[in-house]
Protein backbone atom coordinates (compact mmCIF):
# COMPACT_ATOMS: atom_id res chain seq x y z
CA UNK A 1 0.00 0.00 0.00
CA UNK A 2 0.89 3.39 -0.42
CA UNK A 3 2.24 5.24 2.75
CA UNK A 4 4.02 8.55 3.46
CA UNK A 5 5.24 8.34 7.31
CA UNK A 6 6.62 11.09 9.30
CA UNK A 7 8.59 9.23 12.09
CA UNK A 8 7.92 11.42 15.36
CA UNK A 9 4.59 12.42 16.00
CA UNK A 10 6.62 14.57 18.25
CA UNK A 11 10.23 16.15 18.57
CA UNK A 12 11.60 18.25 21.51
CA UNK A 13 14.86 19.80 21.23
CA UNK A 14 17.28 22.64 23.57
CA UNK A 15 17.35 26.07 21.93
CA UNK A 16 20.11 26.26 19.49
CA UNK A 17 20.37 22.07 18.75
CA UNK A 18 20.04 21.30 15.39
CA UNK A 19 16.18 19.78 14.43
CA UNK A 20 16.06 16.72 11.78
CA UNK A 21 12.37 15.74 10.79
CA UNK A 22 12.01 12.49 8.97
CA UNK A 23 9.84 11.99 5.94
CA UNK A 24 9.62 8.12 4.51
CA UNK A 25 7.49 7.11 1.84
CA UNK A 26 6.16 3.56 -0.04
CA UNK A 27 5.12 3.12 -3.19
CA UNK A 28 5.19 6.30 -4.53
CA UNK A 29 7.47 8.08 -7.35
CA UNK A 30 6.83 11.60 -6.55
CA UNK A 31 8.36 14.20 -8.55
CA UNK A 32 8.94 16.83 -6.00
CA UNK A 33 8.44 17.06 -2.41
CA UNK A 34 7.58 19.85 -0.44
CA UNK A 35 7.67 21.07 3.59
CA UNK A 36 5.00 23.23 5.05
CA UNK A 37 4.77 24.80 8.47
CA UNK A 38 1.69 24.83 10.42
CA UNK A 39 0.62 26.43 13.29
CA UNK A 40 -2.22 26.13 15.29
CA UNK A 41 -5.63 27.18 14.11
CA UNK A 42 -3.94 28.15 10.83
CA UNK A 43 -3.37 26.67 7.65
CA UNK A 44 0.29 25.51 6.57
CA UNK A 45 2.56 27.51 4.83
CA UNK A 46 4.97 26.39 2.09
CA UNK A 47 8.53 26.29 3.24
CA UNK A 48 10.74 24.17 0.65
CA UNK A 49 10.37 22.35 -2.81
CA UNK A 50 12.83 19.44 -3.75
CA UNK A 51 12.73 17.94 -6.92
CA UNK A 52 13.23 14.21 -7.63
CA UNK A 53 16.75 15.17 -9.25
CA UNK A 54 18.05 17.32 -6.78
CA UNK A 55 20.06 15.84 -3.55
CA UNK A 56 19.82 18.96 -1.12
CA UNK A 57 18.07 22.36 -0.74
CA UNK A 58 18.79 25.12 1.22
CA UNK A 59 16.87 28.02 2.21
CA UNK A 60 18.77 30.37 5.34
CA UNK A 61 18.41 27.87 8.40
CA UNK A 62 16.52 25.25 6.39
CA UNK A 63 17.69 22.13 4.62
CA UNK A 64 16.22 19.54 2.63
CA UNK A 65 18.01 16.50 1.46
CA UNK A 66 15.47 14.04 -1.06
CA UNK A 67 17.03 10.21 -1.15
CA UNK A 68 14.99 8.57 -4.05
CA UNK A 69 16.25 5.75 -3.02
CA UNK A 70 15.98 5.20 0.20
CA UNK A 71 12.46 7.21 -0.42
CA UNK A 72 13.76 9.33 2.41
CA UNK A 73 13.40 13.23 3.73
CA UNK A 74 15.37 14.73 5.99
CA UNK A 75 14.77 18.02 7.32
CA UNK A 76 17.12 19.97 8.88
CA UNK A 77 16.28 23.36 11.09
CA UNK A 78 19.62 24.45 12.46
CA UNK A 79 20.08 26.72 15.50
CA UNK A 80 16.93 26.32 16.31
CA UNK A 81 14.38 28.92 17.92
CA UNK A 82 11.15 28.75 20.22
CA UNK A 83 9.69 30.46 17.14
CA UNK A 84 10.14 27.20 14.98
CA UNK A 85 8.07 25.50 17.47
CA UNK A 86 5.40 24.31 15.30
CA UNK A 87 4.07 21.10 12.82
CA UNK A 88 6.43 20.32 10.10
CA UNK A 89 4.75 18.31 7.47
CA UNK A 90 6.16 17.03 4.33
CA UNK A 91 4.06 16.11 1.45
CA UNK A 92 4.79 14.23 -2.42
CA UNK A 93 4.06 16.08 -5.23
CA UNK A 94 3.04 12.93 -7.95
CA UNK A 95 3.48 15.24 -10.83
CA UNK A 96 4.65 13.34 -13.00
CA UNK A 97 1.76 10.50 -12.17
CA UNK A 98 -1.17 12.33 -11.13
CA UNK A 99 -2.03 15.87 -10.62
CA UNK A 100 -2.21 15.42 -6.74
CA UNK A 101 0.02 16.29 -3.94
CA UNK A 102 -0.20 14.13 -0.62
CA UNK A 103 0.88 14.89 2.83
CA UNK A 104 2.58 13.05 6.02
CA UNK A 105 0.57 13.27 9.19
CA UNK A 106 3.44 15.76 10.41
CA UNK A 107 5.74 16.33 13.29
CA UNK A 108 4.90 18.63 15.82
CA UNK A 109 8.34 20.40 16.98
CA UNK A 110 9.51 22.03 20.37
CA UNK A 111 11.90 24.10 20.87
CA UNK A 112 12.64 24.66 24.64
CA UNK A 113 14.53 27.78 25.57
CA UNK B 1 -4.60 40.16 -3.39
CA UNK B 2 -6.50 38.36 -0.85
CA UNK B 3 -4.72 34.85 -1.48
CA UNK B 4 -6.93 32.14 -1.09
CA UNK B 5 -10.30 32.75 0.95
CA UNK B 6 -12.37 30.61 2.80
CA UNK B 7 -16.28 31.01 4.54
CA UNK B 8 -17.63 30.50 6.74
CA UNK B 9 -14.79 30.12 9.25
CA UNK B 10 -17.11 27.77 11.80
CA UNK B 11 -19.91 26.13 11.09
CA UNK B 12 -22.23 23.39 13.16
CA UNK B 13 -24.99 20.95 11.11
CA UNK B 14 -27.11 18.70 12.06
CA UNK B 15 -27.14 14.82 10.33
CA UNK B 16 -28.36 14.88 6.91
CA UNK B 17 -28.39 18.58 6.60
CA UNK B 18 -26.27 19.69 3.35
CA UNK B 19 -23.93 22.63 2.99
CA UNK B 20 -21.10 24.19 0.71
CA UNK B 21 -18.12 25.37 1.70
CA UNK B 22 -16.55 28.14 -0.03
CA UNK B 23 -13.41 29.12 -1.42
CA UNK B 24 -12.09 31.81 -3.80
CA UNK B 25 -8.60 32.78 -4.77
CA UNK B 26 -7.44 35.96 -6.86
CA UNK B 27 -4.23 34.95 -8.01
CA UNK B 28 -5.72 33.30 -11.44
CA UNK B 29 -4.06 29.78 -9.87
CA UNK B 30 -5.12 26.76 -12.26
CA UNK B 31 -4.58 24.08 -9.61
CA UNK B 32 -7.18 23.99 -6.58
CA UNK B 33 -7.61 21.59 -3.92
CA UNK B 34 -9.37 20.58 -0.84
CA UNK B 35 -8.21 18.89 2.19
CA UNK B 36 -9.45 17.76 5.64
CA UNK B 37 -6.97 17.66 8.78
CA UNK B 38 -8.47 15.39 11.66
CA UNK B 39 -5.95 14.86 14.64
CA UNK B 40 -3.15 12.55 14.40
CA UNK B 41 -3.97 12.32 10.34
CA UNK B 42 -2.40 14.92 8.50
CA UNK B 43 -4.54 16.29 5.53
CA UNK B 44 -6.20 13.94 3.60
CA UNK B 45 -6.85 14.89 -0.09
CA UNK B 46 -10.52 15.58 -0.75
CA UNK B 47 -10.88 16.39 -4.49
CA UNK B 48 -8.74 18.50 -6.42
CA UNK B 49 -9.15 20.29 -9.71
CA UNK B 50 -6.56 21.21 -12.66
CA UNK B 51 -8.72 23.98 -14.43
CA UNK B 52 -11.87 25.30 -15.01
CA UNK B 53 -13.87 22.29 -16.20
CA UNK B 54 -11.94 19.79 -14.73
CA UNK B 55 -11.58 17.76 -11.34
CA UNK B 56 -10.79 15.12 -10.23
CA UNK B 57 -10.97 12.40 -6.74
CA UNK B 58 -8.61 12.61 -4.29
CA UNK B 59 -8.06 9.85 -1.04
CA UNK B 60 -11.07 10.69 0.82
CA UNK B 61 -13.70 11.51 -2.02
CA UNK B 62 -16.60 9.67 -0.35
CA UNK B 63 -19.72 12.36 0.81
CA UNK B 64 -18.17 15.09 -0.98
CA UNK B 65 -18.73 16.84 -4.06
CA UNK B 66 -16.99 19.55 -6.50
CA UNK B 67 -17.13 21.51 -9.46
CA UNK B 68 -15.17 24.08 -11.13
CA UNK B 69 -16.77 26.69 -13.32
CA UNK B 70 -14.60 29.41 -13.02
CA UNK B 71 -10.79 29.41 -12.53
CA UNK B 72 -11.59 31.33 -9.01
CA UNK B 73 -14.04 29.75 -7.05
CA UNK B 74 -13.42 25.64 -6.39
CA UNK B 75 -16.70 25.00 -3.63
CA UNK B 76 -16.84 21.51 -1.81
CA UNK B 77 -20.36 20.16 -1.25
CA UNK B 78 -21.30 18.05 1.41
CA UNK B 79 -24.68 16.39 0.40
CA UNK B 80 -25.88 14.77 3.50
CA UNK B 81 -23.69 15.62 6.53
CA UNK B 82 -22.89 12.84 8.96
CA UNK B 83 -20.90 13.11 12.27
CA UNK B 84 -17.35 11.47 10.07
CA UNK B 85 -17.34 14.85 8.41
CA UNK B 86 -16.11 16.88 11.74
CA UNK B 87 -12.88 17.99 10.64
CA UNK B 88 -11.05 21.43 9.24
CA UNK B 89 -11.00 21.77 5.81
CA UNK B 90 -8.67 23.65 3.77
CA UNK B 91 -8.37 24.72 0.56
CA UNK B 92 -5.37 25.53 -1.58
CA UNK B 93 -4.02 26.86 -4.79
CA UNK B 94 -1.04 26.68 -7.04
CA UNK B 95 -0.01 27.65 -10.71
CA UNK B 96 -0.02 23.89 -11.22
CA UNK B 97 1.47 21.08 -9.64
CA UNK B 98 5.59 20.25 -10.07
CA UNK B 99 8.30 22.99 -10.51
CA UNK B 100 8.93 25.65 -8.40
CA UNK B 101 5.33 26.62 -7.74
CA UNK B 102 4.13 27.24 -4.26
CA UNK B 103 0.94 25.66 -2.59
CA UNK B 104 -0.94 28.54 -0.71
CA UNK B 105 -3.65 27.72 1.78
CA UNK B 106 -6.65 28.96 2.95
CA UNK B 107 -7.31 29.75 6.52
CA UNK B 108 -9.50 26.73 6.91
CA UNK B 109 -13.33 25.91 7.85
CA UNK B 110 -14.29 23.80 11.12
CA UNK B 111 -17.09 21.60 10.79
CA UNK B 112 -19.02 19.96 13.52
CA UNK B 113 -21.41 17.75 12.19
CA UNK B 114 -24.03 16.25 15.26
Known amino acids: SQKIEQNSEALNIQEGKTATLTCNYT??????LQWYRQDPGRGPVFLLL?????KEKRKERLKVTFDTTLKQSLFHITASQPADSATYLC????????????FGSGTRLSIRP | NAGVTQTPKFQVLKTGQSMTLQCAQDMNHEYMSWYRQDPGMGLRLIHYSVGAGITDQGEVPNGYNVSRSTTEDFPLRLLSAAPSQTSVYFC?????????????FGPGTRLLVL
Open chain 1, 27 to 32: NYSPAY
Open chain 2, 92 to 104: ASSTRTGGTETQY
Open chain 1, 50 to 54: IRENE
Open chain 1, 91 to 102: ALDLYSSASKII
